[in-house]
T-cell receptor, first 111, second 114 residues
Framework: SQQGEEDPQALSIQEGENATMNCSYK?????LQWYRQNSGRGLVHLIL?????REKHSGRLRVTLDTSKKSSSLLITASRAADTASYFC???????????FGKGTTLSVSS | GAGVSQTPSNKVTEKGKYVELRCDPI?????LYWYRQSLGQGPEFLIY????????DSGLPNDRFFAVRPEGSVSTLKIQRTERGDSAVYLC????????????FGPGTRLTVL
């Protein structure tokens, strides 16, 4: 079963624009992570935010977490064509073990 | 150092055959995870190891699937009597320890069952 649900399923923007993806989950978590995947193969870890954190930045990435709403958002600023990929949020339960992924958001950035 | 590696990168087999998929985690990572990803879906958890033991195999879909990690490093995912529905990308990941840590993923093995 998949806990996270990303929204939107697909997003198309122009280079230089910002891209915002949202993720909702169902159960309590220790942390939430965002991953990127190119061409349906290996995932690349982008950022991890812990349940006691509300916002985190890494380069052009900004992640927020609202545990009361069980939701997170990933903002990519000044997008580039190279940002074209699928983006997944992943949560771990209180047991803190394997990750539970959503279905992902497919981002397309055109130049 | 080297990342997580998986072999083969692609495997085509016939229905009913046996396959083995190999994962080499990052050296020193005690936790190893197997996921399966179908087209258009996110990865789904299969099994994870803490050291040599399978700490949680609740994601394995049925008893045709089995995984081992005999020396606490390399792991092999074994699928018996493959079915067309087993076709997917099988991803392996490792992390320094269980829980609350970034998982590093390999490139995956694309399994196609004809």
């Amino acid at each position: 079963s998949q806990q996270g649900e990303e929204d939107p399923q697909a997003l198309s923007i122009q280079e230089g624009e910002n891209a915002t993806m949202n993720c909702s989950y169902k159960t309590s978590i220790n942390n939430l992570q965002w991953y990127r995947q190119n061409s349906g193969r290996g995932l690349v870890h982008l950022i991890l935010i812990r349940s006691n954190e509300r916002e985190k930045h890494s380069g052009r990435l900004r992640v927020t977490l609202d545990t009361s709403k069980k939701s997170s958002s990933l903002l990519i600023t000044a997008s580039r064509a190279a940002d074209t990929a699928s983006y997944f949020c992943a949560t771990d339960g209180q047991a803190g073990t394997a990750l539970i992924f959503g279905k992902g958001t497919t981002l397309s950035v055109s130049s | 150092g080297a990342g997580v590696s998986q072999t083969p990168s692609n495997k085509v087999t016939e229905k009913g055959k046996y396959v083995e998929l190999r994962c080499d985690p990052i050296s020193g990572h005690t936790a190893l995870y197997w996921y399966r990803q179908s087209l258009g879906q996110g990865p789904e958890f299969l099994i994870y190891f803490q050291g040599t033991g399978a700490a949680d195999d609740s994601g394995l879909p049925n008893d045709r699937f089995f995984a081992v990690r005999p020396e606490g490093s390399v792991s092999t995912l074994k699928i018996q009597r493959t079915e067309r529905g087993d076709s997917a990308v099988y991803l392996c990941a490792s992390s320094l320890m269980i829980g609350g840590n970034e998982q590093f993923f390999g490139p995956g093995t694309r399994l196609t069952v004809l």
